[in-house]
């Protein structure tokens, strides 16, 4: 796993995590604490460039 996204806020997670969900890559969150509120989003090293592709036609 790769980092590939770091979130700054619940609303911004939520958006990156509904196009992996949606493009089918697989993606795993860490850094999620209850006093934070970001997240830092890894996916598959092979899945990197789709979900790089997802990412920039959703902004």
């Known amino acids: ?4 996204y770091d979130a700054k806020s619940e609303a ?5 995590e ?4 949606q493009g089918g890559i697989e ?3 860490t850094g999620l604490g209850k006093e934070e509120v970001s997240g ?5 090293e092979e899945d990197l460039p789709r979900a790089e592709e997802l990412l920039l036609k959703t902004k």
Do not use: G, N, P, Q
């Open 27 to 29: 993606y795993f969150v």
């Open 1 to 4: 796993m790769v980092k590939f």
């Open 40 to 44: 830092e989003i890894e996916v598959a």
């Open 12 to 16: 911004e997670l939520a958006r990156v």
């Open 18 to 21: 509904a196009v992996l969900k």
